[in-house]
């Protein structure tokens, strides 16, 4: 069983600061990870995809992976108050997807 | 947006009763999958379908059951529904010929069981 944990409470951030989120995960061969963004009362969106070590941006976002220490982190930068919602991690192995709780983020004004 | 609807969006039913919902999709993933949302679990997959007639189960699946019996359609049925189901039923695809498998969510079914 895939365990997936976001240890962080609701993060605060000024608008305009990185707001960071960390992801680790238990199983060792799980193959792709993912971070979506959710919106209350609304389902999750896909905002993005790692597969390989290292960093990997997309526009204001930036996922990082580390296999070896098995974590992967999402950085927000410039934060804007749309970008307040809860981020889900979750991990993948044979065509399943594990789930983290989410991580709240507040861009306040 | 990916292609995906469910129904119905909203139900309330009472406990005892048999409760079915759909997932439709038009983008003709292989893949289909329904979780569970509930405060202080996260998403969790009750069953998932890997092709027509081709079903699994998750980690919760009791008391659920599921069929596809075309590509564009997952259902899901609550046999005998009970108050520990109440929760918001999200379905989601993807497929396989890509590099990621990445999973793109419907808009959800909230569910109450009295």
């Known amino acids: 069983q895939k365990e997936v944990e976001q240890n962080s409470g609701p993060l605060s951030v000024p608008e305009g600061a990185i707001a960071s989120l960390n992801c680790t995960y238990s199983?060792?061969?799980?193959?792709?990870f993912f971070w979506y963004r959710q919106y209350s009362g609304k389902s999750p969106e896909l905002i993005m995809s790692?597969?390989?070590?290292g960093d990997k941006e997309d526009g204001r976002f930036t996922a990082q992976l580390n296999k070896a220490s098995q974590y992967v982190s999402l950085l927000i930068r410039d934060s804007q108050p749309s970008d307040s919602a809860t981020y889900l991690c979750?991990?993948?192995?044979?065509?399943?997807?594990?789930f983290g709780k989410g991580n709240q983020v507040v861009v306040i004004p | 947006d990916a292609g995906i609807t469910q129904s119905p969006r909203h139900k309330v039913t009472e406990t005892g009763t048999p409760v079915t919902l759909r997932c439709h999709q038009t983008?003709?993933?292989?893949?289909m999958y329904w979780y569970r949302q509930d405060p202080g679990h996260g998403l969790r997959l009750i069953h998932y379908?890997?092709?027509?007639?081709?079903?699994d189960k998750g980690e919760v699946s009791d008391g659920y059951s599921v069929s596809r019996s075309k590509t564009e359609d997952f259902l899901l049925t609550l046999e005998s529904a009970t108050s520990s189901q109440t929760s918001v039923y999200f379905c989601?695809?993807?497929?396989?010929?890509?590099?990621?498998?990445?999973?793109?969510f419907g808009p959800g079914t909230r569910l109450t069981v009295l």
């Open positions: 379908s890997y092709g027509v007639k081709d079903t």
């Open positions: 983008e003709n993933h292989r893949y």
């Open positions: 979750a991990v993948q192995g044979n065509n399943r997807l594990a």
């Open positions: 790692i597969y390989s070590n």
């Open positions: 989601a695809i993807s497929d396989d010929r890509g590099v990621y498998n990445e999973q793109f």
């Open positions: 199983d060792r061969v799980s193959q792709s």
